[in-house]
């Protein structure tokens, strides 16, 4: 048995997703997940899969919560519950300054957490039927509800990275979302997420931990190295996962690369990104590699994977998604 197989949004416009996400139901993926930053939006693209799946559930990974007040968010959950038929997992993330601030014209607000915890409550509040009056806080609402409540349990997961927000996850999430975590640093999440349940005295009996990662089926290496390195360096030269890297042990090459791409070194930089980093963090490999990867983060405590099909650069997009997502199916 491996953990839970779903797939991340891959296709290049609608259509293709749909037909990618039919493809991988029919071969035995669970379900889909969706995601946004400037190009398709995360609601369209979900509820077209919500239309597509005869059995599955759909995820978002993520709504970013500054983007969508809370009213809005559980309107949109509860619609996309009714449709999927497997329900809809309502993931949320605070994204990033220059997504919200420069590219959406929104304020970031002041603290993450603050913000995650008010919106996490106030969703909760709406998908309960209450009608909502506030005095305070990012989001003033003079007695809104949600005319229609979700029909089946709307679990909310959040993505999260540094300690604080996980252990913020294990106080109030169903679920958390990691991303790009080698198999110790999900052994570090899930003793935050724990820390954060004890200090309010709940149980995490029924609580999801799910992993998005990036996978190509090839035992060739080179082939997409310098795909995976280009991805990883836009997240080693991002604060928050400098910190997430150095837990590990890693600050230092992090360290090395910026000062390199700053000096304008930018391929010797790109090189310097070394393929245990990469492969500590992705699924590549043979089908049988990929599998024993997934085990190995299975007994460290992964419940689900969102697998991003990366296809190798040289070869055409689609048939080579859909040759990694034949590949890693439960029933090939």
């Known amino acids: ?108 607000g002041d603290s993450p957490l603050t913000l995650t915890r008010e919106c996490v409550e106030l969703v909760r509040r709406f998908f309960a039927g209450e009608r909502v009056t506030t005095e305070s806080g990012r989001w003033l609402y003079r007695r809104a509800s949600l005319t229609t409540t979700p029909k089946s349990t709307v679990p909310i997961y959040l993505a999260a990275l540094n300690d604080r927000m996980l252990q913020l996850a294990g106080e109030i999430a169903d679920g958390v979302i990691l991303n790009f975590v080698s198999v110790g640093d999900l052994v570090h999440a899930k003793g935050k997420i724990a820390e954060g349940a004890r200090r309010v ?35 080693v030269m991002a604060p928050v996962y400098q910190k997430m890297f150095a837990r590990e042990g890693h600050a230092e090459l992090c360290k090395e690369i910026q000062t390199l791409w700053r000096a304008g070194e930018r391929e010797t930089a790109l090189a310097t990104v070394p393929e245990t980093f990469i492969r500590d963090r992705t699924l590549i490999g043979s089908t049988t590699d990929i599998h024993a990867r997934l085990a190995e983060y299975q007994e460290a405590g992964l419940d689900s994977s969102m697998i991003f099909p990366v296809a190798i650069p040289a070869n055409d997009y689609f048939d080579d998604t859909l040759r990694t997502i034949e590949a890693l199916a439960p029933e090939s």
């Open 1 to 108: 048995m491996l953990p839970r197989l779903d797939l991340s949004q891959c296709g290049r416009s609608i259509a293709e997703n749909v037909d990618l996400v039919r493809r991988a139901e029919a071969l035995g993926w669970e379900g889909a997940w969706v995601s946004e930053i400037t190009g398709t939006d995360a609601v369209t693209a979900a509820a077209s899969i919500a239309g597509a799946l005869t059995k599955g559930r759909v995820g978002s990974a993520i709504f970013p919560m500054q983007t969508r007040d809370p009213l809005l968010l559980a309107m949109t959950a509860a619609s996309l519950s009714d449709m999927a038929a497997g329900g809809f997992v309502l993931g949320l993330g605070t994204s990033t300054p220059i997504i919200i601030q420069d590219w959406h014209a929104t304020p970031w």
């Open 201 to 235: 005295g709940r149980s995490l009996e029924n609580f999801e931990y799910v992993i998005f990662f990036r996978s190509t089926v090839t035992e060739d290496y080179e082939l997409v190295r310098e795909r995976y390195q280009r991805e990883l360096l836009t997240y």
